[in-house]
């Protein structure tokens, strides 16, 4: 595990490679939400360049950290840090485990090491993957047992439009955490226009929930991410 000081062009020719061959598949309504590249069923593809422009604002503090066995990238977390009112905010704009390496705790100790030495007061991230969802708090917070989802109810609006990461500051809160009117089942996400194929985190859902582990996240409408804002623990 390496946190990486200064993000160099090798290193995000690297991680858009590890994105493009591991992170997932368009869903049946990319193309027409997206355009023409995002065909059904086609893998979903970074350049360096979008990684460059979608994860690491020039105005605010980027952390990488990379896992690399026998010098392959086998995953990776791009984070943004940032202050509202006070606050310092970690939020993970990116985070891809090689699907050789996956279930081994590898997400959640780049995340470990993401907080170390660093004082931060909340971290968030969007993500369609019950697994990130459950990392982050595994590494972050006190794991999906002992979730608090209050801190997401009363700041998530307020520190997201603050974000320097665009994607952040654009996506619309949706679920009965922010709105009580809310009957569609959905509890804590966002609508991020990013419709990437939830079959890979349905299942990973079902794991969990075969498990007799409680979802407090609700269900996952198309082109929408979970959210989870937490506390340090
Ligand atoms: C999501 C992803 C990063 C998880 O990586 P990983 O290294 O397999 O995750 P970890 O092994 O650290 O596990 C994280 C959590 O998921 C749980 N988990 C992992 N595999 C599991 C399985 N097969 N069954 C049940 N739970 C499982 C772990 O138990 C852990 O939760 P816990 O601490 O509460 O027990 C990886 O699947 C990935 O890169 N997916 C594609 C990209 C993506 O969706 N990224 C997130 C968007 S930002």
């Given at each position: ?119 931060d007061h909340a971290f968030g991230i969007l993500s369609s993957h019950p697994f990130a969802i459950m990392a982050t708090l595994r590494a972050f917070g006190h794991g999906l047992e002992r979730v608090d989802l209050a801190i997401a109810r009363t700041l998530a609006s307020n520190i997201m439009n603050t974000s320097p ?69």
């Amino acid at each position: 595990m390496y946190e990486i000081k200064c993000v160099t062009d090798d290193m995000l020719q690297d991680a858009a490679k590890l994105f493009s061959e591991n992170y997932g598949i368009w869903d049946p309504f990319a193309e027409q939400n997206m355009g023409a590249f995002a065909k059904q069923g086609r893998r979903v593809r970074m350049s360096p360049q979008r990684l460059k422009d979608q994860c690491i604002p020039t105005s605010a503090r980027t952390t990488y950290v990379q896992a690399r066995v026998n010098d392959e990238l086998a995953g990776n977390v791009f984070a943004t840090r940032w202050t509202y009112e006070g606050c310092n905010v970690c939020w993970i704009t990116q985070l891809c485990v090689s699907a050789k390496y996956r279930h081994q705790g590898l997400a959640t100790n780049l995340l470990v090491k993401l907080r170390e030495n660093e004082n931060d007061h909340a971290f968030g991230i969007l993500s369609s993957h019950p697994f990130a969802i459950m990392a982050t708090l595994r590494a972050f917070g006190h794991g999906l047992e002992r979730v608090d989802l209050a801190i997401a109810r009363t700041l998530a609006s307020n520190i997201m439009n603050t974000s320097p990461v665009g994607y952040v500051r654009a996506a619309k809160l949706h679920g009965s955490l922010f709105d009580d009117k809310a009957s569609d089942g959905t509890v804590s996400c966002a609508d991020t226009d990013f419709f990437v194929d939830h079959a890979e985190p349905d299942t990973a859902l079902d794991a969990i929930l075969a498990k007799g582990i409680e979802w407090p996240f609700g269900r996952l409408p198309e082109g929408h991410e979970f959210l989870a804002l937490v506390k340090r623990s």
